[in-house]
């Protein structure tokens, strides 16, 4: 992707099923979850690269013996620091005790981080922190075992204020307003209730304090507390979760709005935000990897019991078509035809805006992402020139010299790879003329392959606020002297923020928002701006089931060509010699390549739950008022 667009988070959740003991022996390591842990980081680091963090439990320790691990990095390099730290601890316990080496009651007991049941996360930093406090897994402690809670997810709230009155309501005080202490609180609170009752339970029953401390692991119903503290939860989550005695869950949001996949056999229970990432680190097929039913959690008990159990009712399923469109890895099977499929529902429109001249047309893309939906888009080409060549051979009836058919056949697309990201430039000036310049050369361009008489075709996966595109891609195009610059996006026209865990938080950045409003005042209909906003305050005080999202009326009176066209107006300028075309996927086709994956709500502004209306009316009121907050 040309723009910067960051995704908060992945997860990764493994359950060994047998003692350590056994890794030892068939895997040569009692550190063999820890090992496929950072395994499935690593394959995860795609999904975040700001932090990450580490958590474990050790099953059936005696009192007294520290049962819980956790490490959090905000390195440069998170992952890869982590378990650095994790190496250094277990190489100094080795090397300082070597009568551990081959003893895992003995390195269960004295050595950290290896444990059965482990916790991973990577994330991106958002709404402008940074800190180790905001790194995932979050650990609620407490003295009694099963009252310890470990949390981590890839989610975004989006009525944290509801969630954060509802905890005091209760008689909490909250620390801070963040949706992950406000989730984790929300779940302790029931996780503590539920602990109770059991105890109390026990207590008349007959059993002294201490016998009821296993017997309080068996009863607890992981599935009965997630229902009541996911009650009132408006968003899109994967929500992971340890409990201090071993119980772990995974629960996903009732749209499916954000993924999670898991495997299970009698050795290990593993639940991901990626399919691959699973195939890969455990060498298991496609259709080992199972996914998380919207609203249902994965729940495995202390015993190994692991169960699927409907948690919340499931919505229409909304998953996010950005995960296949560019976060996921394209590695995954599916994900792979889809990028594909995209870039070859594409061509009709291509071929129109170079008047199907494919001769003098040089076809490329922005590197990495959108490399799968080019090689889609130029095995239509291939069609399209398959059905050219037929055609030409067949007009000739038989009388076509061997010569003439042999020019007729060798007619191909011109592939080239004209854009090269050079380096990850900071831009360390903050005066503007001094970034833009150094902006313009985060990527470098091909030279010698374009000729004047040539269309250049380059397909980015999407275009969010277009500005590396005006800034650095077209221009650095620009000096190729092409006589035209085709812009391709396998996505649609983003016209909506996000408030389910992309970082799109301000309508004013989006290039598609940019140009409406060049349009509306092209027309003398910017009073349309204010009229919206009104609409917008009206509805400040409302339930967000009530609320209508008017931003929609933006946009009601243009054309997706119109848009388009203004959108190549705004990127193109008048220092550009070439003409300047941009292309964006239709809606409709997006459906068709990711039929299973229809959360399109930045593309139509349909938001999957209540709470996505009120937070893109906030977006616009924020941006009529000038207010460059968050709008969640």
């Known amino acids: 992707m040309s723009d910067a667009l960051k995704h908060e988070c992945g997860i990764a959740l493994i359950r060994l099923l047998k003692p350590l003991e056994y890794y030892k022996e068939k895997y040569g390591s009692a550190f063999y979850g820890v090992n496929k842990m950072y395994l499935m980081m690593e394959k995860q680091h795609n999904r975040g690269q700001d932090g990450a963090g580490f958590a474990s439990i050790k099953l059936d320790v005696k009192p007294g013996e520290r049962y ?28 300082t005790h070597p009568e551990y080496q081959d003893d895992v009651d003995l390195q269960k007991k004295h050595i950290p981080y290896i444990g059965e049941v482990l916790l991973g996360h990577v994330r991106y930093g958002t709404f402008g922190k940074n800190s180790v406090e905001s790194v995932h897994p979050f650990l609620r402690q407490n003295n009694w075992m099963h009252r310890n809670l470990i949390v981590a997810g890839n989610f975004n709230m989006t009525n944290v204020n509801e969630l954060f009155d509802n905890l005091i309501e209760i008689g909490q005080h909250p620390k801070e307003k963040a949706d992950t202490i406000t989730v984790m609180e929300k779940i302790g609170h029931f996780l503590d209730d539920a602990v109770s009752k059991i105890y109390k339970d026990l207590k008349k029953e007959g059993y002294n304090k201490n016998e009821c401390s296993p017997l309080i ?5 992981v599935g009965k507390i997630l229902k009541h503290a996911a009650k009132n939860w408006d968003g899109g989550y994967a929500m992971a979760g340890l409990l201090g005695h ?28 990626e399919r691959p990432v699973i195939q890969t680190v455990f060498n298991v097929p496609f259709e080992a990897v199972k996914e998380l039913d919207p609203g249902h959690a994965i729940i495995t008990k202390k015993s190994g019991e692991t169960k699927i159990k409907k948690i919340l009712e499931p919505l229409e399923r909304k998953a996010c078509s950005f995960e296949r469109v560019y976060f996921s890895r394209g590695s995954d099977a599916e994900i792979y035809q889809e ?28 590197p ?5 939906s080019f ?32 020019e007729i056949l060798s007619e191909r697309p011109r592939i080239e790879k004209i ?15 001094s970034r833009d310049d150094l902006v313009a050369h985060v990527y470098d361009v091909t030279y010698g392959v374009i000729k004047p008489t040539d269309n250049l075709v380059i397909i980015d996966d999407s275009i969010v606020r277009g500005t590396t595109l005006k800034k650095s891609i077209i221009k650095m195009m620009d000096r190729l002297n092409p006589k035209k610059i085709v812009v391709v996006s396998s996505a649609p026209q983003i016209r909506y923020i996000d408030c389910y865990g992309i970082d799109m938080a301000n309508l004013e950045t989006l290039i598609a928002f940019k140009a409406a409003l060049e349009l509306l005042k092209d027309n003398n209909q910017y009073h349309i701006v204010e009229e919206i906003y009104k609409k917008c305050v009206a509805q400040v005080q409302m339930k967000d089931k009530n609320i209508v999202n008017y931003v929609k009326e933006i946009y009601a009176n243009f054309t ?17 010699k070439a003409e300047v075309k941009i292309i964006f996927q239709p809606v409709e086709n997006l459906h068709k390549a990711c039929p299973k994956n229809l959360g399109d709500w930045y593309f139509t502004g349909d938001y999957p739950t209540p709470g996505g209306n009120r937070v893109v009316n906030r977006a616009f009121i924020n941006f009529y008022e000038g207010n460059k907050e968050r709008a969640y």
């Open 68 to 95: 819980i691990s956790r490490v959090r990095s905000i390195a440069q390099q998170p992952i890869q620091d982590i378990f650095a730290q994790i190496n250094e601890r277990i190489n100094h316990e080795l090397t």
């Open 217 to 221: 692991a068996e009863r607890l119903k």
């Open 246 to 273: 071993g119980d772990s869950f995974v629960l996903r949001d009732p749209s499916g709005i954000r993924p999670a996949y898991y495997y299970k056999d009698d050795e290990i229970v593993v639940v991901a935000s």
């Open 339 to 366: 990028r594909k499929m995209l870039g070859r529902l594409l061509m009709p429109k291509v071929l129109e805006a170079i008047n199907n001249d494919t001769k003098n047309s040089v076809f490329s893309y922005i």
């Open 368 to 372: 990495n992402t959108a490399e799968t």
């Open 375 to 406: 090689y889609g888009m130029i095995e239509t080409v291939e069609d399209h020139l398959n059905e050219k060549k037929t055609k030409s051979i067949l007009d000739g009836n038989g009388k076509l010299s061997s010569d003439r058919v042999t």
């Open 419 to 433: 854009a090269i990201k050079d380096v990850k430039l900071r831009t360390f000036i903050t005066e503007d003329s």
């Open 560 to 576: 997706d060509e119109q848009i388009s066209d203004k959108i190549s107006e705004l990127l193109g300028g008048e220092d550009i």
